[in-house]
């Protein structure tokens, strides 16, 4: 659940966030499973079809 709440607040305050900016924003949250790789991907997915007005 933090993954998704840091992401939701950073997509809220930054439309286009830089892979730094979203590395940033999940630096305090731990996931042992990933490399983050697909974490990643799904955020930029995400900005895109927010900026495009899709859920």
């Not at 949250?29 to 927010?50: F, H, P, S």
Request: one cysteine or more.
């Amino acid at each position: 659940p933090g993954l998704v709440v840091a992401v939701a607040d950073l997509l809220n305050r930054d439309p286009h966030p830089t892979e730094a900016t979203v590395r940033e924003a999940l630096a305090g949250n731990v996931c042992r499973c990933t490399g983050y790789v697909k974490i990643l991907d799904a955020v930029r997915l995400a900005a895109e079809r927010m900026r495009e007005g899709r859920p």
